[in-house]
């Protein structure tokens, strides 16, 4: 294999492609990265057999051909070279030499035989969506997941595609998040379960410069196409949560706020919440006034927000850092939380976009506190 390629482009495409190297694998294969040469482009792919990336780049093919490379090692040799073109050349034992401008590189590369390939899917069905509307959409949900391992279905989210409206829903047992958009859809509709790091890593590989995104799906992988770059993912088994069932259908009491001063005035409470045991805070709210408390060892702490209510007066307490979770993703000016009850959920949607809800249990109070 001999190439030439730029510096700039190649160390873009490992950055890309180490999301899905892992070094703690068993398999010292899957800690490096699969190069190969061929049509004046060399892909670069990486796996760990739950996610697979797969990049190109420009280069000009001199000799065709393919090897494994360490993947950390690789990626901090060029980041050091400088911004030229690099040459990169293997022979029949899968030494690798890199040389740009006055530097040069001999490597103990890999043979490629063994590595694993990719799934195929079909790349004729395809979903297509706007890269940017999918990386609000994964923004706005993927804290919610699970760490729970022993819930490995929770750790992933629910991609719902129904008519042209996807949705994707996060739920750890605390706190469901849900965000949809329009879709163009001529397939069909689908349920999928996408790990929660795959769509991380997805999140982080969209610019928002790309034109289109597209999907596809099969019982047991999906593909996210993203320009030159492909994300492969395993897609987890199992029937995900009923999540329509738990979200509140009457709600007696409506807040409205400004989502930016409630923001402020939890960050500011939770400096003391958190030096408790739930980062727990207390809402009084009343009509025209929304009073927030926390107490702790250290002290306590006392805020006021103006807001609207339709309903009785109410009190109430939440962890408060799983409320500024949603509320740094909201970006609206106005938002609305709907109550029932100090004991039931809390449903916040954001007053300009009907397609995101966040429902949040509260932490239970004695009537002392």
């Known amino acids: 294999m001999k190439l030439l390629c730029s510096q700039k482009d190649l160390l873009q495409a490992i950055n890309t492609v180490q999301r899905a190297v892992s070094q703690r ?15 004046e482009k060399l892909k670069l792919v990486g796996n760990d057999l739950e996610l697979g990336i797969e990049t190109y780049v420009d280069a000009q093919t001199i000799e065709e051909g393919s090897v494994i490379i360490d993947s950390r090692l690789f990626g901090e040799i060029v980041r050091k070279l ?32 063994e590595y694993p390939q990719l799934p195929e899917l079909d790349e004729g069905l395809l979903y297509e969506i706007e890269p940017q509307k999918l990386k609000d959409m994964i923004r706005q949900t993927v804290f919610a997941i699970s760490q729970d391992e022993t819930k490995p ?25 849900i965000s949809t958009s329009t879709i163009e859809n001529s397939i069909g509709d689908i349920n ?9 890593e997805i999140n982080r590989i969209i610019s928002g410069e790309e034109d289109s995104l597209s999907m596809s799906f099969t019982q047991k992988h999906a593909l996210f196409t993203l320009g ?12 995900f949560i009923n999540y329509k069932q738990i979200i509140p259908k009457d709600n007696s009491l409506i807040v ?20 408790g045991r739930n980062n727990l805070i207390k809402f009084s709210i009343t009509d025209g006034l929304m009073m927030i408390t926390s107490n ?63 429902m949040l249990l509260p932490v239970r109070i004695s009537s002392g506190s």
């Open 25 to 39: 694998t068993t398999m010292p294969i899957l800690k490096g990265i699969f190069l190969e040469t061929g049509n």
């Open 82 to 113: 400088p911004e030229s073109y690099i040459h990169i050349e293997s022979d029949d034992l899968n030494n690798i030499t890199i040389k740009c401008e006055h530097s040069e590189f001999t490597l103990k590369g890999h043979s490629p035989a």
């Open 256 to 275: 409205t706020s400004s989502r930016r001063n409630l923001q402020d005035s939890i960050e500011r409470a939770s400096l003391l919440a958190r030096e």
């Open 228 to 239: 030159s770059t492909r994300i492969i993912t395993r897609l987890l088994e199992g029937e």
């Open 296 to 358: 702790s060892e250290v002290g306590n702490v006392y805020e006021e927000v103006n807001v609207r209510l339709e309903g009785e007066n109410l009190e109430i307490a939440f962890n408060s850092r799983y409320l500024l979770d949603a509320l740094k993703v909201l970006e609206s000016e106005e938002m609305n939380m709907y109550f029932s009850s100090s004991v039931s959920p809390c449903v916040i949607k954001p007053a300009d976009n009907p397609g995101y809800t966040y």
């Open 153 to 177: 279905l929770l750790m992933g989210e629910l991609l719902e595609i129904q008519g042209s409206s996807m949705s994707l829903v996060a739920l750890d047992g605390y706190r469901l998040a």
């Open 192 to 200: 999928v379960i996408i790990p929660g790091k795959a769509l991380m």
